[in-house]
T-cell receptor, first 110, second 114 residues
Framework: QKEVEQDPGPLSVPEGAIVSLNCTYSNSAFQYFMWYRQYSRKGPELLMYTYSSGNKEDGRFTAQVDKSSKYISLFIRDSQPSDSATYLC??????????FGSGTKLNVKP | SAVISQKPSRDICQRGTSLTIQCQVDSQVTMMFWYRQQPGQSLTLIATANQGSEATYESGFVIDKFPISRPNLTFSTLTVSNMSPEDSSIYLCSGGPGASYGYTFGSGTRLTVV
């Protein structure tokens, strides 16, 4: 079993839709969670980072962690064609080693 | 968040040679990491580089093949030694002050070994 599982997609939505991206993780000791956006041929760009459970909002992006079910989510409101990219989730513990999901490819159609 | 400049952005190398990849951070960061990413795949951690100590390598990666330097809190290098076509990949560095603040990435080095 992988430490972090992520549906590879692709996920295709119309412009303006609410996008839900999800990951599950296996290690209950994980306390740190991050979401990255990666455009083709670019390095991952840090979008959100959270500690423990709860929600964190930044503009159109909301990160949510449910430690009871080991489930992490990223919501994108009012999605734009420029949001089309691969989204990577990552989880880790106090020792600063992070495990990455395989990435979900998102396509927002104009 | 820290901004990381990585170079070279790409290179084509002959088998048997070595390539050194550099990452410069615009602020002092405690943790730096080196990853490998095959096209369309997720990231595989090669090693964690801490200033003033030996790098910690993940299973499947060894210091002789991937020597790492971390001379100060803003700079690190990864060398891919005695390259073979199997080393063709994207190499990424990452760093930050700590897990509570998130880690940023360099733009990556696309390596092709011929």
């Amino acid at each position: 079993q992988k430490e972090v599982e992520q549906d590879p997609g692709p996920l295709s939505v119309p412009e303006g839709a609410i996008v839900s991206l999800n990951c599950t993780y296996s290690n209950s000791a994980f306390q740190y969670f991050m979401w990255y956006r990666q455009y083709s041929r670019k390095g991952p760009e840090l979008l959100m980072y959270t500690y423990s459970s709860g929600n964190k909002e930044d503009g159109r992006f909301t990160a949510q962690v449910d430690k009871s079910s080991k489930y992490i989510s990223l919501f994108i409101r009012d999605s734009q064609p420029s949001d089309s990219a691969t989204y990577l989730c990552a989880s880790g513990n106090n020792f600063n080693k992070f495990y990455f999901g395989s990435g979900t490819k998102l396509n927002v159609k104009p | 968040s820290a901004v990381i400049s990585q170079k070279p952005s790409r290179d084509i190398c002959q088998r048997g040679t070595s390539l050194t990849i550099q990452c410069q951070v615009d602020s002092q960061v405690t943790m730096m990491f080196w990853y490998r990413q095959q096209p369309g795949q997720s990231l595989t951690l090669i090693a964690t580089a801490n200033q003033g100590s030996e790098a910690t390598y993940e299973s499947g990666f060894v210091i002789d093949k991937f020597p790492i330097s971390r001379p100060n809190l803003t700079f690190s290098t990864l060398t891919v030694s005695n390259m073979s076509p199997e080393d063709s990949s994207i190499y990424l560095c990452s760093g930050g002050p700590g897990a509570s603040y998130g880690y940023t990435f360099g733009s990556g080095t696309r390596l092709t070994v011929v």
